[in-house]
């Protein structure tokens, strides 16, 4: 991992100038803003962005979640880790996912905000992991 250069919420503004980063990073934190809040978000990281700069997103992947909790409905192991992907953690308020995404939604969603390609990464850090980048 990264050392993240800024902590705080997002939704208020990141306090740096416009087309300040050439890369922004989002592990596993989109998920945790409402349906309402996400358009704001990526918004916001667009702003941030120079031109050709580069928003990496990581979130699970409601699809092949889907797909897993059908293979595996008898195990009750396993449906309740995937159900946890879905849902978060849920041990503080903050960890809890109020959103989900799709490559195919989440692609929408940052070509709406302005990105003008979208390119699907591999999987980095668990099986269900959905990675893109999108280019300003």
Known sequence: YRQPKIVGDVRNGIPRDDEFYEEVRMHSLLEHFGKRDKDQVLKECYRVLKTGG????S???LILIAKELIE???SEVKVY???NLLYGEQDYKENT???G?????LS???MTA??????RLPAERYKYELVVEAIK
Do not use: A, C, Q, R
């Open 54 to 57: 580069k928003l990496w997103i």
């Open 59 to 61: 979130v699970p992947d």
């Open 72 to 74: 595996m409905y008898n």
């Open 81 to 83: 880790e995937l159900i």
């Open 97 to 99: 996912h109020l959103w």
């Open 101 to 105: 995404y799709t490559e195919k939604s």
């Open 108 to 110: 929408k969603y940052l």
């Open 114 to 119: 302005g990105f003008v390609k979208v390119t």
